[in-house]
């Protein structure tokens, strides 16, 4: 495994030392990323010596901070063929251990703060995030506090208590269970492992890239959909790529990365469409893919730059789209998607119609999670069952706000 050599600021470029655990820039609040001498680990880390390695996303270890590992196999998850679309992938992260793509970011960050001695970490979480950090604490042997909306998915805070984490339900969303915790961090002796508010959770996050990569033969796909709360994926793979164009792994070629978000709860398309360089808060935040719920993303100037370098776009699509999603996806592909997966597909049919992807482009749609975590709210609104909606919106690729 790399040490890293310092976290480098986002916004202002300032180094900063990994000795001790780190949050973000004390100068502007910037995210940190970690930062490795690649020049010299490209001289012993050639993509083919991956062959025949564990298939998690530790496979990547060069590239990884160097501390033992806390592992439950994450990673290293498949990357299907759709039947329906011929040049389109589906990466199935919902089999990752805890259900969600949330695993990675959560390993590498109990990883990191183990080696760091901590011993209390807390999370404001939509639901998937705290069940992953309430998985790999418990395997650390760390405690794991953590805040999330009374309305959270039944599955997601049946997890949490059963890996035997402190769960707080609040009466708000992830905004005000972030803030909770920030009043309290100090006096409780907490870490907070909030979304990009710590460097190693894009760490975990961008072995996806090196996924999508290495499983694509080493060539990047036209494009990448993802559907984005707090955005860690997206900014993680284009790390990433630009790691693997480092090491010599790739070019300088680059996905169209397009975020997509639910209609409830858009500022990414909001930014995106009015042109900014990043997000206002979201009012009255509102869709049943509750990952998506997120009014604030602290990394958007990172997640509305890379739209922008990669020529891709934000866009919004409707709870109605996502469950015909979801269930079409079930019924045609046999992958029984996170309603925040299924948005992907909504996305990917809407920029097909429209364009934006022809269908001789190459596509990966991140399903982010399993189904089978969201039953209570899938069965709520009847998404079993339910015929798909005889007209589908189809044309302009801004869903309403
Ligand atoms: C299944 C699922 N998909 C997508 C997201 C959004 O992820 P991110 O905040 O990394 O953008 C979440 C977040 O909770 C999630 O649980
Ligand atoms: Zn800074």
Redesign the pocket.
């Known amino acids: 495994m790399a040490r890293v050599a310092y976290l480098e600021c986002t916004k202002c470029g300032s180094g900063i030392s990994p000795e001790h655990p780190q949050t973000v820039c004390p100068k502007d609040g910037g995210v940190l990323y970690a930062r490795y001498d690649l020049v010299a680990i490209k001289q012993s880390f050639a993509s083919a010596s991956l062959a025949g390695r564990t298939p998690s996303m530790w496979r990547y270890a060069e590239v990884m901070p160097d501390a033992e590992p806390v592992s439950l196999g994450e990673g290293f998850t498949p990357m299907l063929a759709s039947k329906e679309f011929p040049n389109v992938f589906i990466k199935d992260?919902?089999l990752n251990p805890t259900g969600?793509?949330?695993a990675r970011?959560l390993s590498a960050a109990v990883t990191m703060a183990r080696a760091y001695g901590l011993k209390k970490l807390a999370i404001p979480?939509?639901?998937?995030?705290g069940s992953a950090l309430a998985a790999y604490a418990a395997k650390a042997g760390i405690e794991a506090h953590i805040f999330m909306p009374k309305d959270v998915p039944l599955a997601n805070r049946v997890e949490c208590e059963s890996y035997g984490a402190k769960v707080t339900l609040v009466d708000g969303l992830i905004s005000d269970c972030a803030k909770m915790i920030a009043e309290r961090k100090d006096k409780e002796g907490w870490f907070d492992v909030s979304?990009l508010k710590e460097p190693f959770r894009v760490e975990g996050?961008k072995t996806m890239g090196y996924e999508v990569a290495e499983q694509l033969g080493w060539r990047l796909p036209e494009g990448i959909i993802?559907?984005?709360?707090?955005?860690?994926?997206?900014i993680g793979m284009w790390k990433a790529f630009d790691e693997m164009e480092q090491l010599g792994w790739i070019g300088p070629e680059r996905p169209q990365m397009v975020a997509v978000q639910s209609s409830g709860c858009a500022p990414i398309p909001k930014a995106w469409d009015e042109g900014k360089a990043s997000a206002d808060f979201w009012s009255n935040a509102n869709t049943l893919?509750?990952?998506?719920r997120?009014p604030k993303?602290y990394g958007d100037y990172l997640i509305l730059d890379i739209l922008k370098k990669s020529g891709g776009v934000a866009l919004a699509v409707t709870d109605d789209e996502i469950m015909d999603a979801l269930r079409h996806w079930a019924q045609v592909e046999g992958i029984f998607a996170?309603?925040?997966?299924a948005a992907a597909l909504a996305a990917y049919r809407k920029l097909h119609d429209s364009l934006f992807f022809e269908s001789d482009d190459t596509v990966v749609l991140?399903n982010?999670?399993a189904g089978l975590?969201y039953l209570d709210i899938i069965d709520r609104c009847g998404g079993s069952k339910k015929e798909p909606p005889a007209s589908r919106q189809i044309g302009g690729i801004i869903g309403p706000y």
């Open positions: 992260e919902g969600s793509f949330k970011g979480s939509a639901g998937n995030a979304t996050k993802y559907p984005t709360g707090g955005g860690v994926g997206l893919a509750a990952g998506l997120v993303a996170a309603p925040e997966g991140f982010t999670g975590k």
